[in-house]
């Protein structure tokens, strides 16, 4: 591979893996206020205002970061990715823009309302707040999709001679129903890392006997939701995406799977490792003719292997991306298991005695970011060797006026920086923990002042 | 369609410059405005809830520069690739200093953060105008349309167009005298007792050197772009946008000493946008001049994307833009009033 163009790769995949550890708990946290700020407004319940108040602190410490590590992912089409963004600007750059015009004005307009007006914004006036900002970080996210996702699989476009790509169809391309099963698939995995980290620091404070009624309150929000998740990340949202893969990227799926030749009735594996070098798995667990029922609901259905594909159209890294898929679904499972097992101990008023599952719940915290991360590990090298889906090659997208030094150079910056960012994140979000949602004097209902 | 979008992109450019420009300028001034720690806090709440939402206006500008001119936007970005790099660390420092200052209440932690926060602002300001001045100047294209500038030359040197050279640092001072004043202006507005003292003091002596350096910099525009003499003379009505700028620069001066701060702040706006509404006019019909081969230059009509995608774009831009200004009066008017030494929810007191 051109060594430029292996830096640029680097250069985009490290600086979005390390942005996306962030918004996936800001949008993820945004759904639950909503939900803690919702209890307290029906049931007049301040014990929810309460634990909003401090969620919303590690949300704006969380949010920081985000919005810090993510400007530069914009700016990146145009400084690393000039190819690209000559040939597709028009398209890409409208969901980008609708990001900033749609949501981020309502994001950042709201979050201050949210976190400085409390008091003069009275209870109705704060929960709306709180959904507006749900409502703009979900929005944002939808954006994001939508361009993914025409580079996943184009529509609603037109290629015009000299390779520029118009936009021929605005809602084509907005509802592309790729975007679609993305959107939920992606944001649903969002709220599972929410309501792990919820239940996770419920469980620490839990377990080291500190502000247990709120650890209860944390816990319980976090278990019963993400159950409900966790079940909706297999079915329907991850079936439907696979369904997606089968349609428009079969190379992809059988990469994904390590089938290297094509079977009727083809098996899954559940372990195994490829080696591409002999087109082969090596020391797999198989389970017979799974992969041709969920792909196609008939356990004999004929699945395309990699052999039916050319070369060049296999994706670069098979290895990456069947380790990658493998890791997700796997702790897709566990998180099935233990958010399912925890609600069912939480049904029959067992969970906050029994402390290990407490322990492995406050463990988890860090598997659902590996999972997230993972997932889109796999959607993007996935979609190599293409930068938009059978339209241009990732190797005609990148800037060849910027050199390899160069990029070299800033990689290893924002390496040096984010170092930096994520340890202070971690400092100041420990803090927090530390100090605890200890009630604050405001604790008591405060009056409603007109604004 | 193509003239449309170019103002309309410099429209939201400008409104980036009005807003984050008076976060910026707080930056610049607040070593000089506020002398305690409480006092730098009271900085830091005038922009508290707003900042972030100002920096919204360049992720929505540099969004709507990348689809409805996608080459200026690939070619300005890759060709100034190393000090928009720099600019993403200095935003991504300013941003963590504004947000973390005031979550440990200590002695090294907070003019820790206090010193980023200046010297970063300072910087962006000088960047951002040295950026604008690289625009004005225009860069060394090749003959496929693309370029890479070096981030500085030998003083004197015209054989190659560095992103600093004395023109464009001319430029720079000038933003950063320009966004002294602004953000000293607000300071002046949004507080009480004696930094709003100071800041109309630091507001004064930033005037004088915005003045000069405006002077300067208008002269020294004249000779070096041709494009913008050209532009004055076949259209004549464009001497509006100057005019702006000089009527917003007198303003500031007649209500700063008035004590009418708020007018006061308002005629810098007006300032700023002349200014850089009179550098879109100048430079027209390019978008991105050629240093050498004026036919290399990037025009509005080359850089702008197909029709049917410009089409499109107006449609949902009007409306999402209709709905951000909404939200922006809204927050501005929830947040009006001054900042109160030890005052709650953010520092806004007032009913």
């Known amino acids: ?451 | 369609m193509e003239t449309l979008w170019f103002c309309l992109v410099a429209l939201m450019i400008a409104a980036y410059v009005v807003f984050d420009g008076f976060d910026l300028g707080a930056g610049i001034v607040q070593g000089w405005v506020a002398r305690t720690a409480e006092e730098r806090r009271t900085v830091i709440r005038t922009i508290g809830p707003v900042w972030d939402g100002n920096e919204v206006w360049l992720i929505a500008g540099g969004g709507t520069l990348f689809f409805a001119f996608p080459t200026l936007y690939a070619a300005s970005f890759s060709g100034f690739y190393l000090p928009l790099m720099m600019v993403l660390w200095l935003l991504i420092l300013r941003g963590c200093s504004i947000e973390f200052r005031d979550h440990i209440k200590n002695d090294a932690w907070r003019p820790f953060w206090d010193g980023v926060f200046q010297i970063s602002s300072s910087v962006l300001a000088i960047v951002f105008g040295a950026a604008l001045g690289n625009v004005i100047r225009g860069v060394a294209f090749d003959e496929n349309g693309r370029f890479f500038s070096p981030l500085w030359v030998e003083l004197g040197s015209v054989e190659r167009a560095g992103i600093l050279d004395p023109y464009t640092v001319t430029v720079g001072l000038t933003a950063f005298a320009a966004l002294a004043m602004h953000g000293a202006l607000w300071l002046a507005h949004k507080t009480l007792g004696p930094i709003a003292e100071r800041a109309r003091l630091a507001a004064r002596g930033a005037w004088l050197g915005t003045t000069a350096l405006t002077v300067v910099i208008t002269l020294w525009t004249m000779r070096l772009q041709p494009l913008v003499p050209g532009n004055l003379a076949g259209r004549p009505w464009g001497a509006i946008f100057p005019a702006l700028a000089v009527a917003g620069l007198v303003a500031v001066w007649f209500f700063n000493a008035r004590r009418n701060t708020g007018k006061a702040f308002l005629a810098s706006c007006a300032y700023l946008v002349g200014m850089l509404t009179s550098a879109a006019f100048g430079i027209y019909p390019y978008v991105l001049p050629s240093i050498h081969d004026p036919a290399r230059g990037l025009t509005v009509a080359a850089a702008a994307a197909p029709e049917s995608g410009l089409r499109i774009g107006l449609v949902w831009w009007s409306i999402g833009m209709t709905l951000a200004t909404c939200y922006v009066i809204f927050v501005y008017r929830h947040f009006a009033g001054r900042v109160t030494a030890g005052s709650e929810e953010g520092g806004y007191g007032g009913a």
């Open chain 1, 1 to 451: 591979m051109d060594q430029a163009l292996a830096v640029h790769r680097l250069h985009f995949a490290f600086t979005v893996t390390f942005h996306y550890l962030f918004p996936q708990l800001t949008m993820g946290l945004a759904l639950l206020l909503v939900v803690l700020k919702t209890i307290a407004l029906r049931n007049k319940d301040e014990r929810y205002n309460h634990a909003a108040r401090f969620w919303g602190k590690i949300f704006a410490i969380n949010f920081a970061v985000g919005v810090v590590t993510g400007i530069p992912m914009e700016f990146q089409f145009g400084t690393n990715w000039s190819e690209f963004s000559k040939a597709s600007g028009n398209v890409i750059g409208q969901s980008l823009a609708m990001e900033g015009v749609f949501s981020f004005f309502l994001e950042s307009s709201f979050l201050g309302l949210f976190l400085f007006g409390e008091k003069r914004l009275g209870p109705v006036g704060h929960w709306l707040s709180a959904v507006l900002v749900f409502l703009g970080s979900w929005l944002s996210g939808f954006f994001i999709i939508v361009t993914d996702a025409f580079m996943q699989h184009p529509v609603g476009h037109e290629v015009l001679p000299g390779g520029v790509i118009a936009l021929k169809s605005f809602w084509e391309f907005l509802l592309n129903p790729w975007a679609l099963w993305q959107y939920w698939h992606n944001m649903n995995g969002a709220l599972l890392t929410g309501c792990f980290v919820m239940a996770g620091v419920g469980a620490f404070y839990l377990i080291t006997r500190q502000h247990e009624e709120q650890a209860r309150l944390f816990v319980r929000v976090g278990v019963i939701v993400g159950a409900i998740a966790s079940l909706i990340q297999l079915f329907p949202t991850g079936d439907g995406q696979g369904k997606m893969l089968a349609k428009h990227q079969p190379v992809t799926l059988a990469a994904m799977e390590g089938l290297f030749r094509t079977e009727e009735g083809a098996p899954i594996a559940i372990i195994g490792q490829p080696d591409v070098e002999k087109q082969r798995l090596d020391n797999p667990i198989l389970i017979p003719r799974v992969l041709s029922f969920l792909t196609y609901q008939r356990w004999e259905a004929r699945v395309q292997g990699l052999e039916e594909f050319p070369r060049e159209d296999w994706p670069d890294n098979i290895e990456i991306l069947y380790y990658a898929y493998h890791i997700m679904v796997g702790l897709g499972t566990f998180f099935i298991a233990i958010l399912c097992g925890a609600a069912f101990l939480l049904w029959r008023r067992m969970l906050y005695g029994a402390r290990w599952m407490l322990w492995i719940l406050m463990l988890s915290v860090p598997f659902p970011y590996i999972a997230n991360t993972a997932g889109w590990v796999t959607a993007e090298v996935g979609r190599q060797p293409w930068l938009i889906y059978g339209i241009m090659r990732t190797h005609e997208g990148y800037s060849t006026n910027v050199s390899a030094g160069n990029a070299l150079f800033t990689l290893i910056g924002f390496m040096g920086m984010y170092t930096v960012l994520g340890i202070l994140f971690l400092f100041l979000v420990r803090r927090e923990l530390e100090h605890g949602p200890t009630p604050a004097a405001s604790s008591v209902p405060p009056a409603p002042v007109r604004a």
